[in-house]
Structures are given as C-alpha cells and as structure tokens.
C-alpha cells in the first residue's frame, strides 16, 4: 500500500481518524511545506485489518438498510421527501449530467462524510429507495474508507423512531452501530456548534434550529460533505450538500 502524504494542519484535526487508518495498517507520512517531517505508523508486530474482518464490518453496517421500516410515521416525518434543484456550488460532488449516480470515488480516502438525521432516516427506512442510493456511501463508511459524521441531534432522530414503537433492542442495535469509532464520529453539540448555528441561522434564515445544528456540525468536523434529505439543507450556500434523492 503506498503511503498516505497529508499536511500538518490538516493531521492535526484528524488525528483520532488517523490513528484508526494506522492501526488498520496505512502509513501516514506528516508534511509541512511539502517536506516529510514525521509518519504515523502501525506497531511493529501487528498486522492490519483481516480483509475478512472488514467484510463482516461492510455487512453489519449494511444490514441496517431498511431495519427501521414502519419505525416513522411517513405523514409527519418524511425521511425522503422531493429536493430543490441543486444549487451550483453542489456541482463539484455530483457526477457529470449524462451519468446516473453519484460517484463516491469523487470524495477523497479519509473524507469526513456528514449524515443528518433525515439521510439516516432515509437509509433505515429504505424509503423510496434512499437506501439503495445511499448504499456506496455506507459501504465506503462500513469499510473504513471514509469516516461518518453523525451529530447528537441526528442520533437522536434515529432513535425516535424505534423508540416509539416500543423496539428497545432496536434503539440499542442503533445506538451501538453509532457510536462505532471504525465508522463514526459522534459529535455532541457544545457550546462551539451551538454558537456557530446561531450564526448560520442569521445568514441562513431558512435554517431551523436543528437545521443549522446538523449545518454547524458538518462544518465544524471539517466533514466534505453533508448529505441531507432537508429541502432547507438542500439549499444552503455554506457547505456542499447531497440530498439522498439525488445521488
């Protein structure tokens, strides 16, 4: 495997990914000014990720597609619900006009990729098939490739819906697959995020509170990009954004 090259900056905020891609074999040569100044390395004498192992991974963070049909009442929370037109900035993440699909080779190994609670929805409850377009992106996650984004606010709306029904083992199978640390950041909403929604709200006035707490989040992680089911999202000017209809 050649070696992974990243900037000082850029290591720092990503350190607690980083070391996971270590561990799991990567070597991760530190630049600054384009010099190698240091690597991150695994320890000597332990072997990276059974390919095996990272199947099994993929497959347990797949086989929550659609386990949470029915979970959500589809008249008040609609998980996947028609998008506005794209806005032009969204352009570089999606794929050429004649292609079909969205192509997640697009996004870069490492990439944070935020999910909002409407786009987890979506992919629990395969609703109208956003979990099929989600699919690459969460066997992406599932194999370590990318690192998911997933805020207090998101799990919580992931959890209303089995938690209404009554489904504590699958509250719990969600709440554990969540707060994996081989495919998630979960990132609590502090006084940094709260600040900066606050902010957003007032250039965004579009933006609910949850709206520009899922926005804050995404940008506070340095995530590439939020994917969303949130027409208010959806047309945001401030971070690239995927509706799950539209990849």
């Not at 390395?41 to 991974?57: K, N, T």
């Not at 190994?109 to 979506?122: E, K, N, P």
Request: aromatic share 4%; net charge positive.
């Amino acid at each position: 495997m050649p070696d992974t090259t990243m900037g000082v900056e850029s290591a720092r905020r990503r350190l607690p990914e980083l070391l996971e891609r270590a561990a799991a074999g990567e070597r991760i040569v530190i630049q600054r000014h384009r010099t190698p100044m240091a690597a991150l390395v695994p320890l000597a004498g332990r072997a990276p990720i059974d390919p095996l192992l990272r199947q099994r991974q993929i497959q347990s963070l797949m086989a929550l597609q659609g386990s949470g049909r029915g979970c959500w009442d589809p008249q008040q929370r609609q998980p996947a619900r028609p998008a506005p037109p794209p806005p032009a900035f969204v352009q570089p993440v999606q794929n050429l006009p004649h292609q079909e699909a969205f192509n997640p080779r697009l996004l870069a190994h490492g990439s944070r990729i935020a999910l909002d609670g409407t786009a987890l929805v979506a992919f629990l409850a395969d609703a109208k098939g956003a979990g099929k377009h989600l699919e690459p992106l969460m066997q992406g996650i599932g194999a370590g490739y990318w690192i998911g984004v997933v805020s207090s606010l998101s799990l919580m709306r992931v959890l209303e819906g089995p938690l209404a029904r009554g489904d504590e083992a699958l509250a719990q199978r969600y709440i554990q697959a969540f707060e994996n640390p081989h495919h998630w950041q979960l990132i609590p909403s502090d006084g940094a995020i709260a600040a900066a929604a606050v902010r957003l709200r007032r250039q965004e006035p579009q933006l609910d509170d949850s709206c520009a707490i899922e926005l804050a989040t995404a940008i506070q992680s340095g995530a590439v990009v939020l994917v969303t089911d949130h027409p208010a999202l959806a047309q945001t000017g401030l971070h690239p954004v995927l509706s799950a209809l539209r990849i």
